[in-house]
């Protein structure tokens, strides 16, 4: 997730959390039996929230209901947005590499991840690797999915990986550090019939 969108995120929350937090606790303290000032919504502990008046007022002009339809709308909309900018992973398109000339290259990511997956594809015991790159253009971070044949351990398929596949990364795109997420899962085979 991007700097900028978990900032508006942890402000949006914050500020949804504050709102239902004062008013619930308005609401709280009117129904234990705080007076509440003359302009809240609320008149004493036993007042409802809509009266019969307040709920039926508009009930009869003509734009009322198509502009409640419409702001419900807006906000389910906008609410679907934040959801799916949350949800995301944002893949890392370009790769910053320092050329030593104080100028700069820029490696394509979707290049970077296929040489990655490729090159952890070949290890010895790997059947299938898919790589994808998050984090930013200066300090990528790898996220790497292997498929193991059975007969694989695990803690020498890492060791590999990061030895091989990883400082080769490293070393290619000219980064100091390159931080990894491997995920390991074996591949599925039929029961070999002994006879």
């Not at 008013?23 to 007076?35: D, E, H």
């Not at 019969?52 to 734009?63: Q, Y």
């Not at 070949?122 to 930013?136: D, I, K, N, P, Y």
């Amino acid at each position: 997730m991007s700097a900028v969108l978990r900032t508006v995120n942890r402000v949006l929350i914050a500020i949804a959390g504050l709102v239902l937090l004062v008013l619930g606790g308005a609401v709280l303290a009117v129904g234990l039996g705080v007076r509440p000032p003359s302009w809240w919504i609320h008149d004493g502990r036993h007042d409802v929230l809509l009266s019969d008046a307040e709920r039926t007022h508009w009930r009869d002009a003509g734009w009322w209901w198509p502009t409640v339809i419409a702001a419900l709308a807006v906000l389910v909309l906008i609410a679907l947005w934040w959801l799916t900018a949350v949800l995301r992973r944002r893949r890392l398109a370009e790769v910053l590499v320092d050329t030593g000339d104080g100028e700069g290259a820029l490696l394509r990511g979707r290049a970077l991840e296929n040489v990655l997956a490729g090159e952890a594809g070949q290890l010895e015991g790997v059947a299938h690797a898919r790589a994808r790159l998050t984090g930013g253009r200066t300090a990528p971070e790898a996220r790497l999915q292997l498929e193991l044949e059975p007969h694989v351990d695990p803690g020498t398929a890492l060791y590999d990986l990061a030895t091989e596949s990883l400082t080769h990364a490293r070393n290619s795109a000219g980064l100091a550090a390159f931080p990894a997420e491997v995920r390991m899962k074996a591949v599925k085979h039929r029961a070999e019939r002994v006879s």
